[in-house]
């Protein structure tokens, strides 16, 4: 007792399908690409935005110097004095870690050694 398949629709198509009879459009072949500004256009007119990363300008000036400073201090501020202290550093053309320096050796004379 063997059950039978249903048909799915295809099986007239299939048999009638000649591949030599079929033959690919001869006026285009693998070759025929089209030029990256035509791309480009067509991809404007759709509205397509492109997924690469935008190239990002440094929101900053770039502080990385060889000094032999090599032990991090990480702490807490408020961001108006770590901008104030950033502003600083730019202002003199000083590393974050120069600028602590300075800032240190002012606090010391104003306040000793302690």
Same mark, same amino acid.
Do not use: C
């Given at each position: 007792?063997?059950? &039978?398949? @249903?048909?799915?629709?295809?099986?007239? &198509?299939?048999?009638?399908?000649?591949?030599?009879?079929?033959?690919?459009?001869?006026?285009?072949?693998?070759?025929?690409?089209?030029?990256?500004?035509?791309?480009?256009? @067509?991809?404007?007119?759709?509205?397509?935005?492109?997924?690469?990363?935008?190239?990002?300008?440094?929101?900053?000036?770039? #502080?990385?110097? #060889?000094?032999? #400073?090599?032990?991090?201090?990480?702490?807490?501020?408020?961001?108006?004095?770590?901008?104030?202290?950033?502003?600083?550093?730019?202002?003199?053309?000083?590393?974050?870690? &120069?600028?602590?320096?300075? @800032?240190?050796?002012?606090?010391?004379?104003?306040?000793?050694?302690?």
């Amino acid at each position: 007792m063997t059950k &039978e398949r @249903a048909s799915l629709g295809f099986g007239d &198509e299939l048999d009638e399908f000649d591949p030599t009879e079929w033959n690919p459009d001869p006026t285009k072949t693998a070759n025929d690409k089209p030029k990256a500004a035509d791309t480009k256009a @067509a991809a404007d007119a759709a509205g397509f935005q492109s997924r690469e990363p935008a190239k990002a300008k440094p929101a900053t000036q770039q #502080r990385r110097r #060889r000094t032999g #400073r090599n032990v991090q201090l990480n702490m807490k501020a408020r961001q108006d004095t770590i901008d104030a202290y950033v502003a600083i550093a730019d202002g003199q053309g000083w590393g974050l870690g &120069e600028t602590l320096e300075h @800032a240190v050796t002012l606090l010391q004379e104003k306040y000793g050694k302690g």
